[in-house]
């Protein structure tokens, strides 16, 4: 199942390249879900979605992809200069980071930074990287 469904804590997205592979996975679903004896929120429940945006991604006939939305102000943002622009720039890597190679890795290191108790300085942190 972990081919067709993908979990986001609390949702889930059935994906599958045609309507009939569709009914097949939904039917491995529903019974997976009946054995363990969960229980879906039929309020919630949306079926046959094309280009749909869902928990801030898009689904698509490719499969899930970013939300050209929460895209938008990293590419439009000016090179952060104070704290707060660093913060809102990870937060936005953060939001994406399931389509960014390592980024957990890469942000670390800043949101480390964000400690009071760190103290930052360019030539300890990176004096034998340049």
């Known amino acids: 199942m972990d081919k067709c469904v993908e979990v986001y804590v609390d949702d889930m997205v059935v994906k599958s390249p045609s309507h009939l592979q569709h009914s097949k996975d939904l ?44 895209c938008k102000p990293i590419i439009e943002m000016r090179s952060p200069t104070k704290v707060k622009e660093v913060q809102r720039l990870v937060g936005h890597l953060i939001a994406i980071s399931r389509f960014l190679s390592k980024v957990a890795d890469k ?10 108790s760190t103290k930052f300085s360019w030539n300890e942190q990176y004096k034998n990287q340049t």
């Open 27 to 70: 039917t491995k679903v529903f019974t997976a879900l009946r054995k363990f004896k969960l229980k879906l929120n039929l309020e919630k429940c949306v079926f046959s979605v094309d280009n749909e945006k869902f928990s801030g991604f898009v689904l698509t006939q490719r499969g899930i992809e970013a939300n050209p939305e929460k």
């Open 107 to 116: 942000t670390w290191p800043i949101i480390h930074l964000f400690k009071k």
